[in-house]
Structure formats: C-alpha cells, structure tokens
C-alpha cells in the first residue's frame, strides 16, 4: 500500500518539504495555476471550474520541482510517489486543524483524443497540515493513514496522445459512503466521474491543483504493462527507508529493496 514519501498505517507521514506563503504577488501566482488549467482544457474536461485559493508545488524523487502547472515530463520521472508542497494564498486561509483529500486524475485514459473517463491514479484523505515556527505561514501535508486508492503511476500506451495528469487537493474529508465502492475488489480505476464523486463525497471545489503533461509519442515514455503492474503493487517504502533511499541517491549510489 503506497503512502506519501512516508509510512504506513499508523506512523506520521509527509508529502512536502517546508513551504513558505507568498511574499510576492499571491494574485498572479493564482492566475497563473487557474490559466494554465483553462488553457489546458482541464476546465472544462475535468473541472466545470477552477478558482484556486492556494498553489500545489510537485517534487519528484529524482529532486525536479514542478513550480508551474503543464510541465512535461519523463514517466521515469514520476515512477515513485511525489512529494507536496502547498501555498497558501491570502484568502484561501487554513486552519492547523484543517484535513484534506488528495487525487490524481488522468482525463486522457485511455487516449487523448478519445477519453472514456478519467482514470483515478491516487485518491488520499485525511491528510493533516503541520505548520512550521516561521513568521510566515508555512506548512507540510502529513498522512496518517493508508491510501483509499494506491499509488499508480503514469504508464500511458503508445501513441495514445498527450496525457494530463491533473493533482486536486481538497478541504475535508470524503464521507464514508462516497469511499465504499473502493474497497470492491472489482473497482475499476478508469472511467472515473469526479464531479460524481465530488457531490457524493460532500467535498466542494478544489482548494489547489496543478498538473503535469507526458507526452505518448516519445518511445521514453512508453512502460511495458508488466513493468505498471510492478510498479503499482510493490509494497510501500516506509519513511525511514525512503529517507536513505533518497540520501544514497544523492552520493549517486544506486539501492535496491
């Protein structure tokens, strides 16, 4: 069972370095991530709208960090779980106590220019803020729990298009009735209804979001299905082993688990 950069089951986990609030203009920083959806086609093939009241940043384990949204990117890029980084804007203020669901879509499954539904790649909810000593609001995302839905990562098919792979964060917690068909072990991932959900679920618009492209066409981003499948149920790595993981990493030194 995959979890954010973290543990599983009962120990804290976090997806999310230390992030600072904007010191800068809050309000370009919003357009940029509300434009960059619309300009996409996010809204309306995801999102009927999208009005941002913080930023998501992504960092990948490789050490890339997504500060724009529609960065193309390598599918061995995102091969691991990525870590969160959240801004808050000056209206979209949060409480210490505030607890949030996190999902990642993919609108293009199974080709772009004919989707049959967004495939659902995570689904992850009480998700609590921890708020870092700083004179300025800052915060990481924790996770205490196991994921609704496990970790999946993006492996489209061949010449199946550009895939958008959209991350929407959301206030609250989904009710227990919207997450029961999850637990099926014939849940399907794909042709996944969000606005469905989001109704069922109680959960209103996103409070953040951003995503990231990948482009089919290059042979580097094609994943044999074996290799998916891997990928998908290997077992999570807890937060002590992804720490020296991402440590030996750094010196160059290659690990295996």
């Not at 992030?19 to 919003?30: C, E, G, I, K, V």
């Not at 599918?75 to 870590?83: A, G, H, K, Y």
């Not at 209206?91 to 106590?97: E, V």
């Not at 790649?121 to 921890?130: K, R, S, V």
Request: proline share 8%; glycine share 8%.
């Amino acid at each position: 069972m995959y979890v954010f950069a973290l543990c599983v089951g009962v120990a804290s986990s976090c997806f999310g370095l230390a992030s600072s609030h904007h010191t800068f203009n809050d309000d370009a920083a919003l357009s940029r991530f509300k434009n960059g959806f619309e300009q996409a086609g996010l809204v309306p093939d995801l999102l009927p709208a999208f009005n941002p009241q913080g930023t998501l940043n992504i960092h990948l384990s490789d050490g890339k960090v997504l500060h724009h949204p529609g960065l193309s990117i390598l599918t061995r890029d995102i091969q691991v779980c990525p870590e969160f980084q959240l801004y808050p804007g000056r209206t979209g203020q949060l409480n210490p106590a505030d607890t949030l669901t996190l999902m990642m879509l993919d609108p293009d499954s199974p080709t772009h220019s004919n989707p049959s539904g967004a495939k659902l790649h995570l689904l992850a909810t009480a998700i609590a803020l921890d708020r870092y000593p700083d004179p300025v609001e800052n915060y990481k995302l924790v996770n205490r729990t196991r994921f609704v839905v496990d970790w999946l990562p993006p492996a489209p098919g061949p010449q199946t298009g550009i895939h958008r792979y959209a991350f929407l964060l959301y206030k609250g917690v989904p009710s227990q009735e919207s997450v029961q068909p999850f637990q099926d072990a014939a849940f399907n991932r794909s042709g996944f209804n969000l606005t469905q959900f989001t109704r069922t679920a109680g959960i209103q618009d996103p409070y953040a979001g951003t995503f990231l492209t990948i482009d089919s066409a290059l042979p580097e981003n094609v994943i044999k299905q074996n290799a998916q499948g891997n990928s998908a149920s290997r077992p999570f790595i807890d937060a002590f082993t992804l720490s020296i993981t991402t440590f030996l990493s750094l010196l160059g030194v290659t690990c295996f688990f």
